[in-house]
């Protein structure tokens, strides 16, 4: 263990004076001094927030209450690289319910190609036998968000299997229907490759090419901006994003409690995942990547501990004080920026769920890489973070909550 600190901050004032009334909106109205940019004009930043509390009872059982701010599953945002986490959980109920002997999540998964767009991964240097698995994928999206990994298992499941099963949980202001930073059309994210697992005794299973028979584009236009750059030239139309991913804050944010809690979801919405798949998650979800022992994510100053710790840490800090440990999953691209998270304090006995998105797009233009992520965004997210955490410290409870659980994730045990 490095340190156990406290923020800096010394916090004597209480709620009511911190603006907290039991609502987001006259928090947030309180805290110019950090939100004033973005407060003055929320709807064009196109803010929204859900913030849950948790308590527990004398059996340490969690019960959470929710407040939330513009929630609106019909007010598109780009979620970017936050379909990433329930990617991740069904490519680990895959490999469970497959239950093939000799098959889990550690098994070699050599993919192949069905189509000159398609590419082959039968190598993987990140990883420690250099080859890649359904576990390592899962450790390079939460650890460093890596955009291949999450490719790979989008088409280990494929689109329609892959939707369907969060339908089916009750997920239904979601869609996942291309891969990332692959320029490819519709049809082409429809179709997935051929994938071969390989352990001792050779070929354990074989994941055929398939294509989704169920189109899932979005039915109606999602357009947002006025230009877009697209192979360098620039377009004066807004874009449609009805053909991208879409992952409504609240999915989101239940993903995160359903993962952390599942136990405090009803059975249909839970991932059949065993209880050491579930703590495989959560481990990767809040470790650092300089604490994963991957060499290629040892380089602190290209991965500092805040690398993918946009709430509270801005995605920048070089290290988080020990006593906190954040579960989470970031996303960002087209200006837009978003976090979901559990968050502990094991000194303070603290935890909550915050989920939050902003678009930071000032000329309105796609591509053009002139975001408002520094000056507006992150600063906006890393300052909600700690307005948040305020309350919780200051917060009283009828019970200090157990956390021990999370507590040894921390120290690797």
Not at 43 to 64: C, H, L, S
Request: hydrophobic fraction near 40%.
């Amino acid at each position: 263990m490095r340190r156990s600190v406290l923020l800096s901050i010394v916090f004597v004032l209480s709620a009511c004076d911190r603006g907290w009334e039991g609502s987001l909106e006259s928090l947030l109205e309180s805290q110019p001094h950090r939100l004033a940019t973005v407060m003055q004009d929320p709807a064009k930043y196109r803010v929204q927030i859900i913030y849950t509390q948790i308590d527990r009872d004398v059996d340490n059982r969690p019960a959470f209450r929710s407040y939330s701010f513009r929630v609106d599953a019909s007010e598109y945002f780009y979620p970017a690289s936050t379909v990433k986490l329930p990617t991740a959980a069904l490519a680990l109920e895959k490999i469970n319910r497959l239950n093939i002997p000799e098959l889990d999540r550690d098994t070699i998964m050599l993919t192949g190609a069905a189509a000159d767009f398609q590419t082959e991964a039968t190598v993987d240097e990140t990883s420690p036998t250099g080859l890649p698995s359904v576990a390592h994928y899962v450790r390079k999206i939460l650890l460093v968000s890596d955009n291949d990994a999450f490719n790979r298992l989008y088409e280990l499941i494929g689109q329609q299997a892959l939707n369907e099963a969060l339908f089916a949980k009750g997920f239904n202001n979601t869609r996942i229907i291309h891969r990332l930073e692959l320029a490819l059309d519709i049809e082409q994210n429809r179709m997935t490759n051929p994938v071969r697992f390989v352990a001792r005794s050779g070929t354990v299973y074989v994941e055929a090419a398939k294509r989704s028979e169920i189109s899932f584009v979005g039915e109606a236009p999602e357009l947002l901006g006025r230009a877009e750059i697209v192979a360098g030239e620039r377009l004066d139309r807004p874009k449609d994003f009805s053909e991208n991913n879409a992952y409504a804050l609240k999915d989101l944010h239940d993903t995160i409690r359903v993962i952390l809690f599942p136990d405090s979801m009803s059975e249909t919405r839970r991932f059949g995942l065993t209880d050491d798949h579930y703590r495989f998650l959560r481990r990767y979800m809040s470790e650092y990547p300089g604490e994963s022992g991957i060499a290629a994510y040892a380089d602190q100053f290209r991965y500092p501990e805040a690398y993918v710790k946009f709430l509270m840490y801005g995605g920048d800090a070089a290290t988080i004080p020990d006593n906190i440990r954040i579960f989470n999953k970031v996303g960002d691209a087209y200006g837009f920026l978003t976090d979901a998270a559990y968050v502990v304090d094991f000194d303070n006995g603290i935890e909550f769920i915050l989920a939050a998105t902003i678009y930071t797009n000032e000329n309105q233009t796609f591509n053009d890489n002139q975001y408002e992520y520094d000056t507006i965004g992150l600063p906006f997210l890393r300052n909600l973070g700690k307005a948040i955490y305020e309350i919780e410290l200051d917060r009283p409870r009828e019970r200090r909550p157990d956390l021990s659980d999370f507590e040894r994730l921390r120290d690797g045990s």
